[in-house]
């Protein structure tokens, strides 16, 4: 069982940056693959970013250059480095696990924390 904490959501200018992390309670983080999603009011859920258990990273068009996924597994937390934040990724932000293969597919995922809101202003 894994439970998953985002924390790091927060209002913030366009062109600015914001640093999210996901903290990981259980055993065997190392072991698991994380993603980062995001959903806007009336639209469907997105794949932003992806890492595997061994560090490979895979990221959705819309985010790549401008967001970076990292994990410290001695910390258990996945990061989502965010930068030239524009107005259209305002949405709520949503950390997922799932066994050792990163995907880029919602339900592919297990385990899903309860997001956090980004808010960019114009």
């Known amino acids: 069982q894994v439970q998953l904490v985002e924390s790091g959501g927060g209002l913030v200018q366009a062109g600015g940056s914001l640093r999210l992390s996901c903290a990981a309670s259980?055993?065997?983080?190392?072991?698991?693959?994380m993603g980062w999603f995001r959903q806007a009011p009336g639209k469907e859920r997105e794949f932003l970013a992806a890492?595997?258990?061994?560090?490979?990273?895979y990221y959705a068009d819309s985010v790549k250059g401008r967001f970076t996924i990292s994990r410290d597994n001695a910390k258990k937390t996945v990061y989502l480095q965010m930068n030239s934040l524009k107005p259209e990724d305002t949405a709520v932000y949503y950390c997922?696990?799932?066994?050792?293969?990163?995907?880029?597919?919602?339900?592919?995922?297990?385990?899903w924390g309860q997001g956090t809101q980004v808010t960019v202003s114009a």
């Open positions: 890492i595997s258990s061994n560090s490979n990273t």
């Open positions: 997922a696990a799932r066994a050792y293969t990163a995907k880029t597919y919602g339900h592919e995922y297990e385990y």
């Open positions: 259980g055993r065997s983080f190392s072991t698991y693959a």
